[in-house]
């Protein structure tokens, strides 16, 4: 796909301080923009990072058609960048644009322009282990009218955002909390869709939680109250005994990516992994039972982030652990040294871009 390129004369690289970035703050130079009218996407563009200007009748301001993805660019150890399970980002953007009944992407115009991005501005992928240039496709319905019905103009960008780790925290364990007054999503609604209203209705009961010393909500179902979902910001997995548990994607739960990836990696080692319902009353037995080993999220901006803690309605899960459990950490150097190329990724998800012979290592 010819994508046309304006290149900005003016980079802002050199005001950004590596050693101290914070996640989604700062945004490299370039983004793709595209259109969908009359039924199809227009030319593509690649231009300088900047604002962009719409009327306030804007329809994704007034009824939330906008979908995005999350994906990150890595520093790889000669001159390439790698981009990670490229398929699988396009395949959910494709599905959350049809439950938001919004177009669909083709393979060549997402491919094309993450490659083209990463080309023009390779400099912004951040060389330290852990950091990686966090990558935000995002489209929205853009028609200025506001009828409550599906758009028929949409706008598809992509931009990028150098990063370390997503919670404050680093790679320390989070503390979840259970909500009582507030659900994430019901089967037949846009839970396992990755559209923009899923995580604006969930920045209230987030607040809260955070308000009272949590980092984030552990979702329980809409209907019980009773099983584990997820956290909104990544998936959650249980190592009870020798089994690594991860509730079922049952229409409520984002497909998320690294989850995909933690449990091909966990089965090729052998690990029995289950992906059930699993209740908050069979967490608080398996910690009593002492099988409960190690909590953590997965999730393409959290990573790998171990669980130092779960409450529900006041009583507390603690682990006895300050740091990432063994397992935790195993599986975040296994992940991650596939995203940057350290290990042999004999699943093929690695999608390497060649920035030429620049990148010096
Ligand atoms: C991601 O992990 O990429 C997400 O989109 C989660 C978001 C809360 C940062």
New binding site residues.
């Given amino acids: 796909m010819k994508i046309k390129i304006t290149q900005t004369d003016q980079s802002r690289i050199s005001s950004v301080d590596f050693d101290n970035l914070q996640f989604g703050r700062t945004f490299s130079d370039h983004m793709l923009e595209v259109v969908f009218k009359d039924g199809a996407w227009q030319q593509p563009e690649i231009k300088p990072y900047g604002p962009i200007s719409f009327e306030p009748s804007l329809h994704a301001l007034h009824y939330g058609q906008a979908v995005?993805e999350?994906m990150k660019a890595y520093y790889s150890s000669d001159d390439t960048i790698n981009l990670f399970r490229l398929d699988d980002h396009l395949e959910r953007i494709n599905n959350s644009a049809r439950r938001m009944s919004m177009p669909e992407l083709s393979k060549d115009l997402f491919f094309s322009g993450l490659e083209e991005l990463i080309k023009l501005d390779y400099k912004w992928v951040p060389k330290t282990h852990g950091h990686a240039l966090?990558i935000r496709p995002f489209m929205f319905a853009s028609e200025e009218y506001i009828a409550a019905k599906s758009a028929s103009e949409y706008s598809f960008y992509i931009i990028s955002s150098p990063v370390a780790a997503?919670y404050s925290e680093g790679f320390k364990p989070v503390k979840l909390t259970t909500s009582q007054n507030y659900v994430r999503a019901v089967k037949g609604g846009t839970g396992e869709a990755?559209a923009a209203g899923n995580?604006g209705g969930s920045f209230l009961p987030a607040k809260k939680a955070q308000k009272i010393g949590f980092t984030q909500v552990l979702w329980l179902d809409a209907i019980e109250h009773k099983y584990i979902e997820e956290v909104?910001?990544?998936n959650i997995f249980f190592l009870i005994g020798d089994t690594l548990i991860t509730p079922q994607l049952s229409g409520t739960v984002l497909p998320g990516i690294t989850r995909r990836s933690v449990i091909a990696i966990a089965k090729s080692w052998g690990v029995n992994v289950e992906e059930r319902r699993i209740s908050i009353d069979e967490l608080f037995e398996a910690q009593k039972s002492g099988d409960l080993k190690e909590i953590f999220g997965a999730?393409?901006?959290?990573v790998i982030s171990p669980v130092g803690m779960i409450d529900h309605k006041g009583e507390q899960i603690t682990l006895d652990q300050n740091e990432i459990g063994p397992f935790a950490q195993k599986m975040f150097e296994t992940v991650t040294g596939i995203q940057y190329g350290k290990l042999d990724d004999s699943y093929g998800w690695t999608h390497p871009v060649n920035v030429g012979n620049e990148v010096s290592v």
Avoid: H, I
Avoid at 299 to 302: E, L, N
């Fill in positions: 995005f999350g966090y997503y990755k995580y909104g910001t990544m999730g393409t901006a959290a």
